[in-house]
Each structure stands twice: as structure tokens, then as C-alpha cells.
């Protein structure tokens, strides 16, 4: 069983569109979070919530919204979309809020945006 | 924010020991740090955790000095399989202070 899954593992869309991306755990965790990778590989933090409350924004425009349904669920609505939204979007998931606790990440979404 | 410097690439022949070292001048007093693995198309993987002095797993050793201004990974014998981007991770225990990930070390493992 895959632990952190995401669909869809490909997105490809037109500047304008709205898309979500879906992201489900299955280990229980407490905490849950949206990673951007650029095309250098740079890992940067989006958003974090615990227990289905935002604790982490990071400076990212307000065309992305996470929405989190229960504590096993982060989805990530992105709306107008643009070219420089193109990237690999993870989630991941870790126990607890303290974030000593390891990352467990999904494979990624690769978004195309043309 | 912790700044932290990897770099950018390491070759390596299959055997060797390969050491990657991570910089975070400003580690704050309840930061850890960890590594992660990321293989092409998948996400990171955790890899080992440490706050100070050594810590070794089944996979890794991580060396911290007593400033913690810098960690380093090791790896014993790698393979090719261990070739991969590996990234240092500084964060802390507060669940307002967001996880730094360094840029990643891409390590080629030589036959």
C-alpha cells in the first residue's frame, strides 16, 4: 500500500485553467504538507496543516488554496493558472507537529502548464 | 530561516566512502537536521536524523561537530544504485518554523 499517494502523477493544462491535485495518507499522521520542486530541483514549502488546520503559508501567490477535508486529506486547488506554475508539486506527511519527525513524501505531480 | 550550502554534484567509483557536507551558519537552538534521498521521478526519502555529535543507522552515518554549524553524511560503500540527489534538511521543532531544504547534492555513483 502506498503510505502517501497523489493523483494525478501527470497535469497538463493551458494558462488560465483551474486544477486540483489530490493527496492521501495512510499512516495516521497528524501533520501534511505541499512541497514546489522547480526544474533546478529546489525543495520549497508551501503550506503545512495539522490536523486539518493551516499552519504553515509560505509566501505563494493566493491562486493556490489547500484544502484539507480530514487529517488524512491536503488538496491543493491552483486556479489561473500560469507558465511559471510549472513544476512537480509533493505532498508529504509527518507525525505530530514537531518537525523533528521524518517527512514521508508522495511521487510527486509533474504540472505542465502551456 | 537557517541558510544552509551543499554542493552541487559529487562523482564517486562504487566501494568508496563519499562524505557530503552541509552548512547552516545560523542553525537555530531547536533545529534538527536531516537528509533525504530523491531518486528521478519519486520523492525524497528520509534517509537519518541528528541534533549532535553521531548518529549512524543501517544506511548512513551523520556527523555533527559541537557547533553544529555544518553536518556532514556519510556513506559506506556505495553502489550504483546509491546515485541520487541528496538533500540536507534544517528544521525545527516548533511547528511555526518552516523546514529549509538545502538545494540538493546530485552524487554519481562510477562503475
Known amino acids: 500500500d502506498t503510505a502517501v499517494s497523489q493523483t494525478p502523477k501527470y497535469l497538463v493544462t493551458q494558462m488560465g485553467n483551474d486544477k486540483s491535485i489530490k493527496c492521501e495518507q495512510n499512516?495516521?499522521?497528524?501533520?501534511m504538507y505541499w512541497y514546489k520542486q522547480d526544474s533546478k530541483k529546489f525543495l520549497k514549502i508551501m503550506f503545512s496543516y495539522n490536523n486539518k488546520e493551516l499552519i504553515i503559508n509560505e509566501t505563494v501567490p493566493n491562486r493556490f488554496s489547500p484544502k484539507s477535508p480530514d487529517k488524512a486529506h491536503l488538496n491543493l486547488h491552483i486556479n489561473s493558472l500560469e507558465l511559471g506554475d510549472s513544476a512537480v508539486y509533493f505532498c508529504a506527511s509527518s507525525r505530530g507537529e514537531s518537525y523533528n519527525s521524518p517527512l514521508h513524501f508522495g511521487n510527486g505531480t509533474r504540472l505542465t502548464v502551456t | 530561516l537557517a541558510k544552509i550550502t551543499q554542493p552541487i554534484s559529487m562523482d564517486s567509483y562504487e566501494g568508496q566512502e563519499v562524505n557530503i557536507t552541509c552548512s547552516h551558519n545560523?542553525?537555530?537552538?531547536?533545529?534538527?537536521i536531516t537528509w533525504y534521498q530523491q531518486f528521478p521521478s519519486q520523492g525524497p526519502r528520509f534517509i537519518i536524523q541528528g541534533y549532535k555529535t553521531k548518529v549512524t543507522n543501517e544506511v548512513a552515518s551523520l556527523f555533527i561537530p559541537a557547533d553544529r554549524k555544518s553536518s556532514t553524511l556519510s556513506l559506506p560503500r556505495v553502489s550504483l544504485s546509491d546515485t541520487a540527489v541528496y538533500y540536507c534538511?534544517?528544521?525545527?521543532?516548533?511547528?511555526?518554523?518552516?523546514?529549509?531544504f538545502g538545494k540538493g547534492t546530485r552524487l554519481s555513483v562510477i562503475a
Open positions: 545560523n542553525i537555530a537552538t531547536n533545529d534538527y
Open positions: 499512516l495516521g499522521h497528524d501533520t
Open positions: 534538511l534544517v528544521g525545527g521543532r516548533s511547528g511555526n518554523t518552516p523546514l529549509v
